[in-house]
């Protein structure tokens, strides 16, 4: 869905990243809407390649999981290469957090050198609930937000549209209700994006049609993509996933600690921003709200 603004935002989004980040994504060499297109088939991409030999997913991937079976992290991953890893995606998080931006929503290049936020955010959940949840087009968002409670209540109207939209058969009860209602998108495997080297160095990040400027509560919130599943797709139960996350949070936590303080010492962040212990406050308040569910 929406296949020019998704090249747009992943161009403008790439450029921007490259110039303002330590983060390696690919030189775009050309882009072009369908009409700029060779017999106009569809807007495109032409990107510089990126040589590496596995990906994080590739690494962090128990070798054991059946055919078809949820995602699950390597439960023998040795100590050592787990932290190396976690730093690796640690650093890049770090460097997203320091390019705030002054509202909610996609990049647009100005010029060479410049970029705002000048368009709405299409996330990959917006694009799925038109995509497979029958929602219409005219109930996602036009414009960009200016605060973090006007883009969550935005986020909350979308939920409650695409239950109201969805085809009769849908659901099976009311209880099936709730739950889809609950739990509903795609899977989106987020660590096959980070392309590794040999000596599990970042070889590049790719696939960012679906980046935007997002409130910094994101930021702080625990990344479950840690143990690669979502509580909802995991293999084990709530109670099984919270435990397992639990057991990694805390290297997560280490590693993010070492990168900012590598940061403050090369002047790259201020010592006011630390983002590990809201991480760790909301992991707790999560932990909390859904004990006593």
Not at 34 to 48: G, Q, V
Not at 130 to 139: A, M, Y
Not at 152 to 174: K, Y
Request: proline share 7%; hydrophobic share 40%.
């Amino acid at each position: 869905m929406f296949p020019e603004e998704k090249v747009r935002t992943e161009v403008a989004a790439m450029r921007f990243i490259g110039d303002k980040t330590s983060i390696p994504v690919p030189l775009v060499i050309q882009s072009g809407t369908r009409k700029e297109s060779l017999m106009e088939l569809a807007p495109f991409i032409i990107m510089e390649k990126i040589n590496h030999t596995s990906n994080m997913l590739e690494v962090l991937l128990d070798p054991d999981r059946p055919p078809n079976a949820p995602l699950s992290l390597d439960p023998s991953i040795p100590p050592t290469k787990l932290e190396a890893l976690y730093k690796e995606l640690a650093g890049v998080c770090l460097s997203l957090s320091r390019t705030g931006q002054n509202k909610i929503g996609s990049l647009v290049q100005v010029d060479d050198f410049t970029w705002v936020v000048g368009a709405r955010p299409v996330t990959i959940q917006m694009n799925e609930l038109v995509r497979v949840g029958t929602l219409p087009q005219s109930e996602i968002p036009t414009t960009t937000f200016d605060t973090a409670s006007s883009y969550f209540e935005s986020l909350a109207q979308l939920q409650i549209s695409h239950l109201m939209s969805q085809r009769n058969d849908a659901i099976n009860s009311a209880d099936d209700c709730r739950s889809k209602f609950v739990a509903r998108f795609l899977f989106r495997k987020l660590t096959l994006n980070v392309l590794l080297h040999d000596d599990l160095s970042i070889a590049g990040v790719v696939d960012w049609e679906f980046a935007y400027g997002a409130p910094v509560e994101f930021t702080h919130a625990p990344p479950w993509w840690l143990i690669l599943a979502k509580p909802e797709y995991a293999s084990t139960n709530i109670t099984g996933w919270s435990q397992e996350f639990e057991r990694r949070l805390p290297i997560f936590l280490k590693v993010m600690t070492d990168c900012e303080n590598e940061a403050i010492a090369t002047l790259r962040k201020p010592a006011s921003v630390k983002s590990n212990g809201a991480e760790l406050e909301n992991w707790g308040f999560l932990d909390r709200i859904c004990s006593n569910a």
